[in-house]
């Protein structure tokens, strides 16, 4: 039975190939096709074959509607398609009315992502985990209830499923099935100048470059807050203030538990200047027991306030951020920062629009453990793939310096670089993960150099609806790691992903 099923497998998988270089043109090789589906195998490819092909077959679709998707999948708006007269049936499940007069609509959404994942060396040999293959898959519906333009519910089911891992799934992979959004919006008044909205329920957080507090795109687990958030907006202004529950994610169904406290507080607010330019303040407050850092393990509140100076849109632009912490590790006072320095310049006006970038951060880490101030810097919700689609090494007691380059070779196809250079900070404190828990001790070496992360990916859009993306990651191991790992070595890896939204 199994030699046919490979037969057929071949067969689809072939016709696959075809239809995507068709789709791609001459801009992207068979060489890189065959390359991005290599990985493919007959227990994973059906899925991903099903899921192509409905796509693939609504790309007139994509290109008449030209739907740009966002981050966050309830900031999408679509009441714009109440005067519609396409009759297409995509439009008709992104806008169902449910009045005469279509004030009050439907709308339905979703994703399907898969991912390939062969890894040499995790942890540079600590584990002694060797190779390692994953597939990774997430598949999320959305249903949004618009009722006029005073109250809305936003429901989300996610499922993130993880296959293959020898070591068995990381928190970051695996929740089999979860209610990842379920809010409503109030609005509480709304003039030409103003407006103030109150969200109520579980829902995804996102601000500034996701230094902080992010929903964390990259990982295959997003994460999700409940409580109550109170979004004002006034002219180019505007201000979330927050108070939130932080659930302890399990990988089974809708088995994630309530820690039934306010774990995450604060406002976060965004002033939009002239020439694309703009403002953030922010103040965090977290509360999380039991924290691990090289210092011990204790209960802390932490105070966290900041600033952000950024242009992302094209010639000149720049990201910079700082922020200072302050609170209590089990008694103990915390004094702990963070600078961060992004300056690069888009080539908008030619075709292929270049980008070159120079990054810098400094992150505070150490600490006396028998008295002083705890000076290690804690990322609260960091982004996942801040250093790297899939980064060793997370923002904590870290100095980096970090070139990146991009350049879309053709329409739809992007291919982008990037050397990440990492010391630790403080001789006195490890190294930790990207999602800031601790993963290496800093007591038995004074060496600083960590290690060099080299990184390539290719990014190609084939519509509105479908992307694919291919990255290789290399990481040379420094001084640092050489001593505190007796069989230390270098670290590789590449990741496939198809990403298909509608």
């Not at 002033?271 to 965090?284: P, R, S």
């Not at 992150?363 to 028998?370: E, F, L």
Request: aromatic share 16%; proline share 4%.
């Amino acid at each position: 039975m199994a030699e046919p099923m490979e037969m057929v497998f071949n067969t689809l998988k072939k016709c696959l190939l075809t239809k995507l270089s068709k789709e791609a043109g001459i801009c992207l090789s068979p060489l890189i096709i065959q390359l991005m589906f290599s990985k493919l195998t007959s227990t994973n490819f059906f899925t991903c074959f099903i899921w192509l092909f409905l796509i693939l077959s609504l790309s007139t679709a994509g290109s008449a509607f030209g739907q740009n998707f966002q981050l966050m999948r309830y900031d999408e708006n679509y009441s714009n398609l109440k005067t519609d007269t396409t009759l297409s049936f995509y439009n008709h499940i992104k806008f169902i009315p449910l009045s005469a007069n279509g004030n009050d609509f439907l709308s339905i959404g979703g994703e399907a992502r898969q991912e390939f994942d062969a890894f040499d060396n995790e942890d540079w040999g600590k584990v002694d985990a060797g190779h390692d293959n994953f597939y990774l898959q997430r598949y999320d519906l959305h249903t949004d209830w618009e009722f006029g333009n005073d109250f809305r519910i936003f429901f989300q089911l996610r499922s993130a499923l993880e296959n293959g891992r020898p070591m068995g799934p990381r928190p970051i992979d695996e929740d089999q099935l979860n209610v990842q959004n379920l809010f409503a919006d109030l609005k509480i008044w709304r003039s030409s100048k103003d407006s103030l909205i109150i969200r109520a329920g579980r829902q995804e957080l996102n601000y500034g470059a996701g230094r902080l507090i992010s929903v964390r795109e990259g990982p295959n687990v997003r994460l999700y807050f409940t409580g109550l958030k109170a979004i004002y907006k006034y002219q180019n202004l505007s201000v979330d203030a927050f108070a939130m529950e932080a659930d302890q994610v399990k990988p089974g169904v809708f088995d994630n538990q309530m820690t039934k406290q306010v774990n995450l507080w604060g406002f976060y607010s965004t002033l939009n200047l002239e020439g694309n330019k703009n403002v953030d303040f922010y103040y965090i407050g977290n509360r999380k027991d039991s924290v691990v850092y090289n210092e011990g393990t204790g209960n802390e509140v932490r105070h966290t306030i900041g600033g952000r100076l950024w242009k992302n849109n094209n010639g000149f632009v720049y990201d910079i951020e700082a922020a200072y912490q302050f609170g209590k590790f089990s008694g103990q006072s915390i004094s702990a920062w963070t600078a961060s320095f992004d300056l690069g310049y888009i080539f908008a006006d030619l075709k292929s629009r270049p980008a070159f970038g120079l990054r810098n951060d400094y992150i505070s880490g150490g600490g006396n453990k028998s008295g002083g101030d705890l000076e290690t810097f804690n990322p609260i919700y960091p982004k996942g793939g801040y250093f790297g689609f899939d980064p060793q090494i997370g923002p904590v007691n870290l100095i980096d310096i970090h070139p990146y380059a991009s350049i879309q070779v053709c329409p739809g196809l992007t291919f982008l670089a990037d050397i990440v250079y990492n010391w630790r900070y403080s001789v006195n404190d490890g190294i930790y993960r990207p999602s800031g828990a601790f993963n290496l001790t800093g007591d038995g070496t004074t060496q600083k150099y960590i290690g060099t992360d080299y990184l390539a990916k290719v990014s190609y859009v084939f519509n509105a609806f479908l992307s694919v993306d291919f990255g290789l990651q290399y990481f040379k191991t420094g001084p640092y790691i050489n001593a505190e790992i007796p069989n230390h070595k270098n670290a590789v890896e590449t990741n496939s992903r198809i990403s298909f939204k509608f």
